[in-house]
């Protein structure tokens, strides 16, 4: 089986543009969720996503968004990006959910300049 | 809130000895779950080990095993013959079912000694 893939891998944005990644989840995993991982507040949870409902949502802005579609594949979206959204965003797929094995991929690397 | 403590920001052990990581953590839930995560250089994070709050059996997997304290919310990792394989960094974590935030530990970054 193939694992969770993230696209891209390195990205590098201006302040005040906004930014998509991408994350194809495990075949036949419905939970997708998404972590914010620096240096300085480790890895915080954004937000998980199971069949295509938001159900779980960690203490980011608004301007942190995903979404997912009916086969499972996930996005993230970060609008009007600042110098503090530079981070590795990882995302997670499991079968039913984060009480349970989740699968990480090996993540977009964003930097804001 | 959530919140899970690592106490111990590195550690070492020598390979084929035994080493404790520590981890405790705060929760109103009564149903909830505790896992280990291990993040390699460079590697992705993968799952080391899972235990069901509910159950009082500390969970084991190979050389992995947990000492889970309900009453005192300590959930210490245990690796057994350590490897050069082991180093890593290793993360608890703390999460639960529908509604409940999945909340990382700081991280213990191990290094295993030849």
């Known amino acids: 089986k193939a694992g969770v893939t993230q696209t891209p891998r390195y990205l590098i944005k201006t302040r005040g543009q906004q930014v998509t990644l991408s994350c194809s989840p495990i075949?036949?995993?419905?939970?997708v969720s998404w972590y914010q991982q620096t240096p300085g507040q480790g890895l915080q949870f954004l937000f998980e996503?199971?069949?295509?409902?938001?159900?779980n949502k960690g203490n980011f802005p608004g301007r942190f968004s995903g979404r997912q579609f009916s086969n499972s594949r996930s996005e993230m979206n970060v609008s009007t990006l600042e110098l503090g959204d530079s981070a590795l965003y990882l995302c997670?797929?499991?079968?039913?959910?984060?009480?349970?094995?989740?699968?990480f991929g090996p993540g977009t690397r964003l930097t804001v300049t | 809130a959530q919140t899970v403590t690592q106490s111990q920001p590195e550690m070492s052990v020598q390979e084929a000895e035994t080493v404790t990581l520590s981890c405790t953590y705060d929760t109103s839930e009564s149903d909830y779950y505790l896992f280990w995560y291990k993040q390699p250089p460079s590697r992705q994070m993968i799952l080391v080990i899972r235990?069901?709050?509910?159950?009082?059996q500390n969970a084991t997997e190979n050389r992995f095993s947990v000492n889970f304290q309900k009453a005192a919310k300590s959930f210490s990792l245990k690796i057994s013959d350590s490897q050069l394989g082991d180093a890593a960094m290793y993360f608890c974590?703390?999460?639960?079912?529908?509604?409940?935030?999945?909340?990382f530990g700081p991280g213990t970054r191990l290094s295993v000694l030849p």
């Open positions: 996503y199971f069949s295509e409902t938001q159900r």
């Open positions: 075949s036949g995993h419905r939970s």
């Open positions: 235990q069901e709050a509910y159950k009082q």
């Open positions: 974590a703390s999460g639960g079912n529908y509604g409940q935030n999945f909340v």
């Open positions: 997670a797929s499991s079968l039913v959910g984060t009480d349970h094995e989740q699968y």
